[in-house]
């Protein structure tokens, strides 16, 4: 791989490690620290995850318009400032609005790193975002299992090590992703692509794969709220839990020769990439709806995390795949907020679900959600088959 995307790679690694400090926690933080209900935990996600959204489309467009050197300083600079308020502060109100200050920021600085692998590495097809997508894994195995510990002993550490991990993202990009930007003369809006492009296939196909990963982000966001709240009832303790996510991440860099096989036999083929790793996720919930001893978790985790090894860098890649020239951070800053959306209305539905009717509901909506989600990843290209056959229809029809 080319020398900038493994400062990429290094600088992804940084970021992830330092939001998996906080994250997998947050919902236990504030049930049990907070004395909050599940539902208003899922409130608080959810203006996290809303304002990521805003951030990821805003980044995404930053990025087509002045590079992503300064998209992604602009969003750890807030990051920062967001931790040090939440290092200082632990009261309720200051930890929602810090909360959701880092959720835009940090959106911003996503769409950023997958629009410039793209761009620095376009030959690496899937195989760029999936480099960046190992990055991420191994922050999550590294964060979690080092904030259940630091959270056992005290939980203002969590804060404090998250803020240690930017303060050295920032450096990083500083000073290794400034090559990288790059030029700003394309359009900057959907309208203007809508004026300037005639084929506006890809733009819908990527919405209709965009349902469906919203749809998976649903069901996976639960493992970080409601199933999280649910280990702590029947006995699975804290650094139990962050070790599920170690192994998660784990999982994702050790199991890469074991899956390369059939990647590399469906390489060209990203729908079917996108089924498979849905079908498996299915059948991780089917498990977990039955766990009650954390061998079980330790089972429903490694089936997710095989199924998201196969649909988590195939839709960044279908993305990158489907942008028009000069697009990409837009398109790689819709993939991401349609990702955050997911987050942003899983753990709120997820936690009135689980409150009112318990955790059998949830799972079997889940199901049917999943269920859909393969539908829809199967028509994505609907609209461009149609588009190509109304292109080989008109020189037929005019004469």
């Known amino acids: 791989m080319p020398k900038q995307v493994w400062l990429l790679i290094i600088g992804m690694l940084v970021n992830v490690t330092g939001n998996s400090f906080l994250w997998p926690l947050t919902t236990i933080y504030m049930n049990e620290h907070l004395g909050k209900s599940l539902t208003v935990a899922g409130l608080v996600l959810m203006a996290n995850a809303g304002a990521a959204v805003v951030g990821n489309l805003l980044g995404g467009v930053m990025f087509d318009k002045v590079g992503g050197y300064r998209s992604v300083l602009l969003g750890i600079?807030?990051?920062?400032?967001?931790?040090?308020?939440?290092?200082?502060?632990?009261?309720?109100?200051?930890?929602v609005i810090f909360y959701t200050i880092i959720g835009f920021s940090g959106g911003i600085v996503f769409p950023s790193m997958y629009a410039m692998v793209g761009t620095v590495w376009p030959e690496g097809g899937r195989k760029a975002f999936n480099a960046i997508y190992l990055a991420q894994n191994v922050g999550v195995a590294i964060g979690p299992a080092m904030a259940g510990f630091l959270a056992a002993y005290s939980f203002d550490l969590i804060f404090t090590a998250n803020l240690v991990m930017y303060i050295l993202f920032f450096f990083i990009a500083l000073f290794g992703f400034k090559s990288m930007s790059i030029s700003s003369s394309i359009q900057t809006s959907v309208i203007q692509e809508g004026k300037k492009i005639r084929n506006r296939a890809p733009f819908y196909a990527l919405l209709i794969v965009s349902i469906g990963y919203l749809l998976c982000w649903?069901?996976?966001?639960?493992?970080?709220?409601?199933?999280?709240?649910?280990?702590?009832?029947?006995g699975i303790t804290l650094p139990q839990y962050s070790l599920l996510w170690t192994l998660n991440g784990l999982l994702i860099v050790i199991g890469q020769p074991f899956i390369r096989p059939i990647v590399k036999r469906i390489e060209d083929n990203l729908k079917a990439q996108m089924v498979i790793g849905i079908v498996i996720m299915i059948i991780s919930y089917i498990v977990v709806a039955f766990a009650e001893e954390f061998s079980m978790f330790v089972i429903a985790m490694a089936i997710l995390t095989i199924g998201e090894m196969f649909i988590w860098p195939a839709v960044p890649a279908l993305a990158n795949q489907l942008a028009p020239k000069g697009r990409e951070g837009l398109y790689q800053g819709i993939v991401n907020s349609v990702a955050t959306g997911g987050r942003m209305i899983g753990p709120f539905f997820g936690g009135v679900l689980v409150d009112s009717y318990?955790?059998?509901?949830?799972?079997?909506?889940?199901?049917?959600?999943?269920?859909?989600?393969?539908?829809?990843?199967?028509?994505?290209d609907r609209p461009l088959e149609a588009a190509e056959a109304a292109r080989t229809a008109e020189p037929i029809e005019s004469m």
Do not use: K, R
Request: proline residues 2%.
């Open 77 to 95: 600079v807030g990051t920062v400032f967001a931790l040090v308020g939440l290092t200082l502060w632990h009261e309720f109100t200051p930890f």
């Open 358 to 380: 318990g955790m059998s509901a949830l799972f079997i909506l889940v199901a049917i959600l999943l269920l859909a989600a393969i539908v829809t990843s199967v028509l994505y």
């Open 218 to 234: 649903f069901g996976y966001v639960q493992w970080q709220s409601t199933i999280s709240a649910y280990t702590q009832q029947i």
